[in-house]
């Protein structure tokens, strides 16, 4: 129940918390011990919505972790954009970059990691293939081949 140093929100209702105003920075800025948010439900436990951006998570390790409670179901879905595509397919052949910087000693089985080389604007992607163990070995990771570039054509 509510008290001095807690809200409550027992409905039934739509809304169990709401803010709004003009003058109004942050709609709600939360902290705790070991998690500053918690959502729950039967169908979606955290909605976001931003413009430009949704989310932005930011941490001193790992940005964002996610795990399906079930072991067939992946972890992310992104929802693809319409676009229409050739019926024909067409050997592609995929080359490596060479290592030229480090790659992270930690790592977890499944991390990616987005490695970029910002005066050429080439961006790599790392796939977690073997999990580092502390003190021990460091992970590995596998490169993720992709296509040929392509330039974007939609604004």
């Known amino acids: 129940m509510s008290s ?50 949704g989310i932005h998570a930011l941490s001193d390790e790992r940005a964002a972790v996610f795990e399906s409670k079930q072991p067939r179901v992946p972890q992310v879905r992104l929802v693809p954009h319409h676009m229409q595509l050739a019926r024909e397919k067409f050997p592609v052949v995929a080359g490596e970059y060479p290592i030229m910087g480090d790659l992270p000693t930690i790592g977890a089985l499944g991390d990616i990691h987005c490695a970029a080389d910002f005066g050429n604007e080439n961006a790599v992607l790392w796939l977690c293939v073997a999990a580092s163990e502390e003190g021990r070995k460091p992970a590995q990771w596998a490169q993720l081949l992709v296509g040929k570039p392509t330039s974007g054509k939609a604004w």
Do not use: H, M, W
Not at 21 to 46: F, H
Not at 48 to 53: I, L
């Open 4 to 53: 001095d140093t807690q809200f409550t929100a027992d409905g039934p209702t739509i809304v169990g918390f709401q803010t709004g105003g003009a003058n109004i920075q942050r709609g709600v800025d939360a902290a705790g011990t070991e998690v500053g948010v918690v959502g729950r439900s039967g169908k979606l436990g955290v909605r976001a919505e931003g413009g430009p951006v």
